[in-house]
């Protein structure tokens, strides 16, 4: 899931509908929030709105029983960091019908969070979207015609700038993954020989497909998690070189060095930093 999770939270960063379906508002920026305190380390995303309100955006992909109480943990958290009380939802994309409580209720106290299963946000209106991370999202919503609306949006892929357009594709597999959708965004994209390059030669990674192919030829299960989790680490890389080369330049040879070393946890806070950092010696300093 953690693949999943790293492309979900770029992308909700990168939208402008789905934020406002979400919490009727924009947010103006997002904060980097660690809780060493509890089970989770930390809130999936946590935004600040044009009149400083928090919002805080968990991702779920499984019905979890405990959730409610995941959620108060995280609010008082937030509050003992911001001094402010947070509107919270917990945004399902998980396949299976939703089951989890919104709620928790105790002597003297009631807690609720808003709950929302991906599906019943308005995928048309997110086709619409002129945010390419709205359109991505928008396949995971309860369409009608889910090869449609995902040539929709790889056309307004092949759109983009080639940097935008590479990360943007990136995205769209790896979320199709969650509703079982990656083989028809693959065929829509073939379709096209702009994104057609990118998809066999820079989607999955060069690292993901050799540690599957030598997983295979040694004949063990080993290598193949290898494969898995250098790809996940270089889809990581790749998308966040795209996001700093978009905020502060081509990236200095010191700068390439250093982010080749980062683990996937520092790469995963680095893309949040990346949005209220002022220099490219801040972020990676």
């Given at each position: 899931m953690q693949?999943?999770?790293?492309?979900?939270?770029?992308?909700?960063?990168r939208?402008?509908?789905?934020?406002?379906?979400?919490?009727?508002?924009?947010?103006?920026?997002?904060?980097?929030?660690?809780?060493?305190?509890?089970?989770?380390?930390?809130?999936?995303?946590?935004?600040?709105t044009?009149?400083?309100?928090?919002?805080?955006?968990?991702?779920?992909?499984?019905?979890?029983p405990?959730?409610?109480?995941?959620?108060?943990?995280y609010?008082?958290?937030?509050?003992?960091?911001?001094?402010?009380?947070?509107?919270?939802?917990?945004?399902?994309?998980?396949?299976?019908?939703?089951?989890?409580?919104?709620?928790?209720?105790g002597?003297?106290?009631?807690?609720?969070?808003?709950?929302?299963?991906?599906?019943?946000l308005?995928?048309?209106?997110?086709?619409?979207s002129?945010?390419?991370?709205?359109n991505?999202?928008?396949?995971?919503?309860?369409?009608?015609?889910?090869?449609?609306?995902?040539?929709?949006?790889?056309?307004?892929?092949?759109e983009?700038?080639?940097?935008?357009?590479?990360?943007?594709?990136?995205?769209?597999?790896t979320?199709?993954?969650?509703?079982?959708?990656?083989?028809?965004?693959?065929?829509?994209?073939?379709?096209?020989?702009?994104?057609?390059?990118?998809?066999?030669?820079?989607?999955?990674?060069?690292?993901?497909?050799?540690g599957?192919?030598?997983?295979?030829?040694?004949?063990?299960?080993?290598?193949?998690?290898?494969?898995?989790?250098?790809?996940?680490?270089?889809?990581?890389?790749?998308?966040?070189?795209?996001?700093?080369e978009?905020?502060?330049?081509?990236?200095?040879?010191?700068?390439?060095?250093?982010?080749?070393?980062?683990?996937?946890?520092?790469?995963?806070?680095?893309?949040?930093?990346?949005?209220?950092?002022a220099?490219?010696?801040?972020?990676?300093?």
């Amino acid at each position: 899931m953690q693949e999943y999770d790293v492309a979900f939270k770029l992308t909700l960063q990168r939208v402008d509908v789905a934020i406002r379906e979400l919490t009727g508002t924009a947010i103006t920026r997002w904060h980097n929030v660690e809780m060493p305190e509890i089970r989770a380390g930390r809130v999936d995303l946590l935004g600040e709105t044009p009149t400083g309100e928090l919002v805080h955006i968990e991702l779920q992909s499984s019905n979890d029983p405990t959730m409610a109480v995941r959620m108060g943990e995280y609010c008082f958290q937030v509050f003992r960091s911001f001094h402010r009380l947070p509107h919270q939802i917990v945004l399902y994309v998980g396949n299976a019908p939703m089951r989890m409580e919104a709620e928790l209720n105790g002597p003297g106290m009631k807690f609720w969070y808003r709950l929302v299963d991906v599906r019943e946000l308005n995928g048309e209106l997110l086709l619409e979207s002129a945010r390419v991370g709205d359109n991505i999202i928008a396949i995971l919503t309860a369409t009608s015609d889910a090869r449609t609306a995902i040539h929709r949006v790889v056309e307004r892929i092949a759109e983009l700038e080639p940097g935008e357009r590479e990360t943007a594709l990136r995205l769209l597999l790896t979320l199709a993954g969650l509703c079982k959708l990656g083989q028809i965004v693959e065929e829509e994209a073939k379709k096209m020989p702009i994104l057609n390059d990118i998809l066999e030669h820079e989607v999955l990674g060069r690292e993901y497909k050799k540690g599957l192919q030598e997983g295979v030829q040694q004949g063990v299960q080993q290598g193949v998690q290898q494969g898995i989790q250098q790809g996940v680490h270089e889809g990581e890389l790749a998308v966040l070189r795209r996001l700093i080369e978009k905020r502060f330049g081509a990236l200095p040879a010191w700068a390439q060095e250093r982010l080749s070393k980062f683990s996937s946890k520092e790469l995963e806070d680095l893309s949040v930093r990346v949005l209220d950092a002022a220099t490219l010696e801040e972020l990676l300093g």
